[in-house]
């Protein structure tokens, strides 16, 4: 499953949020950079990939392993084909 538009990863102690679309996981992967760093989650609806700061990472001490939520936020989804 691929969500485009904002996604934020934080660890289960998460403040409350008005965002309702929120997907529990486990991360599976963690592809650090410099800069950013991509989490993959597996959740009950598939695998979803978050891209969050490099630092927002570190701060939030995120490790394979780790079970979190996916907050998303989209303005809009867009459907392709091919």
Excluded: F, P, W
């Excluded at 403040?15 to 950079?33: F, H, K, P, V």
């Excluded at 392993?65 to 907050?71: K, L």
């Amino acid at each position: 499953m691929a969500i485009y538009g904002h996604i934020t990863v934080y660890g289960e102690d998460h403040m409350n949020t008005s965002i309702r679309n929120q997907i529990g996981g486990t991360i599976l992967e963690i592809l650090e950079d410099k800069i950013m760093t991509e989490i993959v989650l597996e959740t009950a609806a598939g695998k979803i990939t978050a891209v969050i700061t490099t630092r927002s990472a570190k701060d939030l001490q995120l490790r394979v392993g780790d079970r979190v939520s996916a907050i998303i936020k989209a303005t809009n989804v867009s459907i392709g084909k091919e």
